[in-house]
């Protein structure tokens, strides 16, 4: 069984930081792509950074140049830098990684982490 817990949310005032974690642990073989998605009150669930197991990034147009995420292969770890945050960036915040255990790849999620910008 694989859980990802994060960490990290909180409220932070307009151009503020935060930095999220997320930590796969149970029984890994490797950990391809980790990604962070976010989800507002109403909205869809968008993508917010990815990161392959080579360490290549992509972010969302509206998170480029602020949001960094970054990973630790030892720890099976992957960070969620947030500098100058908006109000807009208000969200659950969730981990996503694929996953390889026995022979089996799967897409796992995160329960979430509430990040709250206020103006």
């Known amino acids: 069984q694989v859980q990802l817990v994060e960490s990290g949310g909180g409220l932070v005032q307009a151009g503020g930081s935060l930095k999220l974690s997320c930590v796969a642990s149970?029984?890994?073989?490797?950990?391809?792509?980790m990604s962070w998605y976010r989800q507002a009150p109403g909205k869809q669930r968008e993508l917010v950074a990815t990161?392959?197991?080579?360490?290549?990034?992509n972010y969302a147009d509206s998170v480029k140049g602020r949001f960094t995420i970054s990973r630790d292969n030892a720890k099976n770890a992957v960070y969620l830098q947030m500098n100058s945050l908006k109000p807009e960036d208000t969200s659950v915040y969730y981990c996503?990684?694929?996953?390889?255990?026995?022979?089996?790849?799967?897409?796992?999620w995160g329960q979430g982490t509430q990040v709250t910008v206020s103006s």
């Open positions: 990161i392959t197991s080579s360490g290549n990034t």
């Open positions: 996503n990684a694929l996953i390889q255990t026995t022979g089996i790849v799967t897409n796992y």
């Open positions: 149970g029984t890994i073989f490797t950990i391809n792509h």
